[in-house]
């Protein structure tokens, strides 16, 4: 039985762990959901988060390796759209509180810009027979040394609303 | 020096990290620098992460910069340093 999460009703898309493959993935993601809310500021928020999590997988989980393979999983429940982006690089044990740095720092808005652009969000690290608990941000760390260690998946979800 | 981002359809933060370098540069060297943008995908970045706090959006018509199309531009002007 697989443990990864069946998008019913919905669009599976899939990357390379590659900076130029971002962009092409949230523009198709951006058509899903202008088509599925109708709301083209819903859907560029979206477009917004998911960009920036991509970045994050591909920088922090995949440590800018290419070739790994990244999944989203688009799907909707009545108003509001589900997104999953699915990895299997190096597991998050927590996620961080988003917070807007100094106008100087040139990096580090990626967290800033999911939390105002997505409604919820949460990460859970899967393991070939038990899940690691669902984090949220600004939560206590969670213990996924255990599954971190072994072969896992790594899926950040996103809600938004329309 | 202007950057024009017409027709830009995708951004990310990294667009955020290249204006600000951009600004850091244009302070050292004492400069002025001006970067365009029509595109709501660059505004809604630029204020989601309260950069238009330091970088002024004006509309294109009040600084006589709007498109052959007769659609109205955004300008963003990257302030100079304060002296």
Known sequence: MSVLP???NGITLSIR??????SLLCEALYAVCVYASGNTECALKVQQAV?????NIIIHAYHKQPNQEITVCWSQEERQLRIQLIDTG???AYLPVPALPDFE???SRGWWIIDACVDEYFYQTIGASIAGPVLYPGGSPGDIALLAAGPHTNILTFLKRF | MAAIMENVTFIDSSTCAILISAFKAM???KTGRLVLADSPVVQSLIEL???HTVFEILPNQKS???GIDGRVKFAITIIGPVN
């Open chain 1, 6 to 8: 069946q998008a019913n």
């Open chain 1, 90 to 92: 190096t597991a998050m």
């Open chain 1, 105 to 107: 720092a040139e990096n």
């Open chain 1, 17 to 22: 762990s590659e900076a130029g493959q971002v």
């Open chain 2, 64 to 66: 006589g910069i709007i």
């Open chain 2, 49 to 51: 992460t309260r950069l």
């Open chain 2, 27 to 29: 302070q050292l060297k």
């Open chain 1, 51 to 55: 960009a920036e999590a991509l970045n």
